[in-house]
């Protein structure tokens, strides 16, 4: 099934989106410095996991959590 349309699967790939593009920003700032269009939406993506840090973590860790254990 498609992360489409499995809510679980969904957000297991925004979480990961999230961390990959904060990942990305600390250590190759230059690759996302367009803040519109298509790599806008990376830049936000970045911006959301340097700011919500704690919150994208805890949901990180939840994720892990169903994912071993339900």
Do not use: D
Request: net charge positive.
């Amino acid at each position: 099934m498609s992360a489409l349309f499995n809510f679980h699967s969904f957000l297991t790939v925004v979480l990961l989106g999230i961390c990959a593009c904060t990942y990305v920003k600390i250590h190759f700032p230059a690759l996302l410095e367009q803040r519109t269009g298509f790599r806008g939406v990376f830049w936000k993506a970045a911006r959301i996991g340097e700011r919500l840090s704690p919150w994208v973590a805890l949901g990180c860790f939840a994720m892990g959590v169903s994912i071993i254990f339900f």
